[in-house]
């Protein structure tokens, strides 16, 4: 069996150097499709694994000998990196410095961002967690202030054609979806709608705010709903150590996620994407005086 994902058909292959291996077993422990076994104090292949090798690598990032290798899949040896020493790795406190130190930036100065500050955010995202090896999150890059803003601009005049669609006969028919479908509709999705028709008309950017880059991070159908929204806030995190400001924007996907065929060929978007998010980035305007503390809806502690 195999898992398919939009990246491959095909399992990993998994290779034991008998040689070199000393039977310690961490490898069979790590790996969650039980692809390996330790019999008559070996590492063997096994013939029944869940569903073949995923190929999430664990096996050979934990091998204390490097007799294990990973191969296909979009995986190799040659992914192997080392880890970087303890002393070098963001403590709580740094990382929760990052976190404080955050606010959703929407006013940018007028400076681009280099070609090596968007790689080392991508290099950063990639390294998030995914639903299934490999990732299968495809990504979009708006560079520069114009282009954000061309693509906005096509996405607000999207928002102004299906503005019927939320005037008073039509938006009593949302009912049929729901209390909460209708409460949304006409108290944000109604309003966000007449707020972009009027940036269109004033030539204004409400949607990416004329941010000098932005990534939009989308789902494959195979992938897992919450795929994209993890390498979007690890390249939010990414960015804010590096200075810049960032903002997600949630406005775009849910709604051209069904149709928009001509804009997502414009923009080389997945045709079919179940689920997605941006992330706008520049070098903030304005510097914020104090963080802000949030809470959650609940939390529910069961023990
Ligand atoms: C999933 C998600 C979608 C969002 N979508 C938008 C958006 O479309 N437009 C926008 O201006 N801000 C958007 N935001 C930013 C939030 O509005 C912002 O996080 C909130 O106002 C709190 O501000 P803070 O991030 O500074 O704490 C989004 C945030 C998240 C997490």
């Not at 990246?7 to 070199?20: A, F, P």
């Not at 681009?112 to 790689?119: A, K, M, V």
């Not at 019927?164 to 039509?170: G, R, Y």
């Not at 919450?226 to 849910?254: K, R």
Request: charged letters at 20%.
């Amino acid at each position: 069996m195999t898992i398919i994902t939009s990246r491959t058909k095909q399992n990993g292959t998994v290779r034991i150097n008998q040689e070199q291996c000393t039977a310690c077993g961490l490898c069979v422990k790590v790996c969650k499709d039980f692809s390996l076994v330790q019999t008559n104090g070996r590492i063997e292949i096994n013939p029944t694994p869940v569903f073949g090798c995923y190929g999430c690598g664990q096996c050979m990032a934990i091998c204390p000998t490097g007799a294990i290798t990973v191969s296909g899949r979009e995986i190799s040896p040659e992914d192997l990196q080392a880890l970087p020493p303890d002393s070098e790795r963001a403590s709580f406190g740094q990382l929760t410095n990052l976190y404080w130190g955050r606010r959703s930036i929407r006013d940018f100065k007028d400076q681009e961002i280099d070609d090596e500050t968007l790689q080392k955010i991508l290099d950063a995202a990639a390294l998030s967690p995914m639903g299934l090896p490999p990732s299968d999150v495809h990504v979009a890059v708006f560079r520069n202030r114009e282009t954000v803003r061309e693509f906005s601009f096509d996405v607000m005049n999207l928002y102004q054609k299906s503005r019927w669609l939320f005037s008073l006969p039509w938006v009593w028919i949302w009912r049929i979806f729901g209390k909460e479908t209708y409460e949304m509709m006409t108290g944000f999705v109604r309003p966000l709608v007449d707020c972009f028709s009027n940036s269109l008309k004033m030539r204004q950017n409400h949607l990416l705010y004329d941010a000098p880059l932005a990534l939009y991070f989308m789902a494959s159908p195979y992938s897992d709903p919450a795929d994209p929204v993890i390498p979007a806030t690890y390249a939010m995190l990414a960015a804010e150590s590096l200075g810049l400001g960032t903002c997600m924007i949630g406005s775009v996907h849910p709604f051209i996620q069904h149709g928009a065929k001509k804009l997502k060929e414009k923009w080389n978007l997945l045709s079919k994407s179940p689920s997605g998010i941006i992330v706008i980035f520049g070098y903030p305007k304005y510097k914020f005086q104090k963080s802000l503390k949030r809470t959650f809806a609940q939390v529910f502690v069961h023990q």
